[in-house]
């Protein structure tokens, strides 16, 4: 389904990546403390150049720094669009583009946020102190936009921080809200789209996953469910629209929360039954489970009717998953050995894989190149199984070695695979360290 157009080589692994809403930039969060935003090619349109039509260009890399202490463990873009609402200092600092700022922590508990096109830091905050050790800072886990107006940060504690940029005292170190939806910290988060009857376009809800459990929590009343012990640790999550509803023909179509766990497989959850899984696809089995499904994204409407999700596995593999019909389609190979971390989807629809020291940009496979084959859940052909049920010196890029610290995988299973099917390297790249 998907070809590798370019390799960017890191210098140092990739904790964390996100690709601009609007725009065609991404943001990478490395283990030596570095925050890396690269400029990739424009988006290809009828009147566009060929390079952009045939996937060719160039790219740069729009500035580099030495962000955190330690390692970078998130990055997030701010809500793009007309009437963002920005914490007074931001609306304060002249320079352009303000409706998207870049959000980014690390494990020296600090939040900071950055201009796009500079790097340049705008705010700081110091994150919360824990309740048993007054004098440790809790340290992120995940960090999300929610909307123009909030903020979302987990931390290694379990606790949920909810910042709001509309209150007087921000930058503060105290939260708006904090919430304790789960007994571990928070692995993964979803927002819920707004339902019909709001008056906002905004998420007020959003599901998380931690441990071995799922939960919602809602801006106005905190946590409102919580699932059963799944007996299975919960790492990833995406929405998945245009789903059956129920069993049987004839049923409504909606939306569906899936998500990955640590033994390779995918449950599905429809929104108000969150007490258990509805289904589950097996997305990769072996003898005492399957690999870790690291990392979730949904691939564009125009792949397989946006029924269709990228997952990330422990091994360095990525499987493309049909979600309507519970099939396994398709397998690429980011890494021989390191977990996909990071999958996203760029505002031109290519697929952005990240794990260990490389970045990986894929384009889709050119229709009567390849003829998509389902792989089984060992590795064969055939079909899956479906079950029912700054400081001022910090934000100077360091001369000084890197400490060599190696982002967390979420299980501690290493399976070296295949080599590398991809790599046409069509892409060049400059401004590399």
Not at 84 to 112: C, M, N, Q, W, Y
Not at 185 to 195: G, I, K, R, T, Y
Request: aromatic share 4%.
């Amino acid at each position: 389904m998907y070809d590798t157009i370019c390799t960017i080589p890191l210098t140092s692994d990739l904790f964390t990546q996100a690709t601009h809403p609007s725009k065609p930039l991404l943001a990478v969060g490395l283990a030596g403390g570095h925050v890396q935003t690269f400029r990739l090619p424009p988006v290809a349109t009828a009147e566009g150049d060929s390079e952009a039509k045939n996937g060719f260009g160039t790219i740069e890399t729009a500035w580099r720094t030495r962000r955190h202490k330690g390692s970078c463990r998130c990055v997030a873009w701010s809500t793009d669009g007309e009437g963002v609402v920005l914490p007074k200092i931001l609306r304060a600092t002249a320079f352009e583009d303000i409706s998207s700022a870049l959000f980014s922590t690390g494990t020296d508990s600090l939040l900071k946020t950055a201009s796009p096109l500079t790097g340049q830091v705008l705010s700081k905050i110091l994150l919360p102190t824990l309740p048993s050790l007054p004098q440790t800072h809790d340290t992120p886990t995940h960090l999300h936009a929610l909307s123009p107006q909030t903020l979302l940060l987990a931390g290694d504690s379990s606790s949920l921080y909810l910042y709001d940029f509309r209150t007087p005292n921000y930058p503060s170190t105290r939260p708006t809200q904090t919430h304790e939806p789960h007994d571990d910290f928070v692995a993964d988060l979803v927002p819920l789209p707004a339902s019909g009857e709001s008056k906002s376009e905004w998420s007020k809800q959003w599901v998380s996953v931690g441990g071995t459990t799922l939960a919602v929590t809602d801006l106005r009343k905190g946590v409102v469910a919580r699932s059963e012990d799944q007996e299975e640790e919960l790492v990833s999550g995406a929405l998945v629209g245009r789903l059956q509803l129920g069993k049987g023909s004839g049923k409504k179509v909606g939306e569906k929360v899936v998500v990955g766990d640590a033994g390779g497989v995918l449950t599905l959850w429809e929104r108000g039954e969150w007490e258990d899984q509805g289904e589950r696809i097996v997305v990769d089995a072996g003898r005492g489970g399957g690999e870790s499904l690291d990392s979730i994204t949904v691939l564009p409407e125009g792949v397989r009717g946006g029924k269709c999700v990228a997952v990330g596995m422990g091994d360095g593999r990525v499987r493309f998953v049909d979600v309507g019909k519970r099939k396994v389609l398709s397998e690429v190979r980011h890494d021989d050995v390191e977990s996909v971390l990071g999958l996203s989807i760029d505002v031109g629809g290519r697929l952005i894989s990240g794990g260990g020291g490389v970045v990986k940009v894929w384009s889709e496979t050119i229709e009567g190149e390849d003829e998509d084959e389902e792989v089984g859940i060992n590795g064969g052909k055939g079909g899956a199984e479906s079950e029912s049920r700054d400081d001022g010196e910090e934000d100077e890029d360091s001369s000084e070695e890197e400490k060599k610290q190696r982002p967390k995988r979420k299980r501690q299973k290493r399976n070296k695979g295949k080599k590398d099917g991809g790599g046409h390297g069509v892409m060049a790249f400059k401004g590399m360290d």
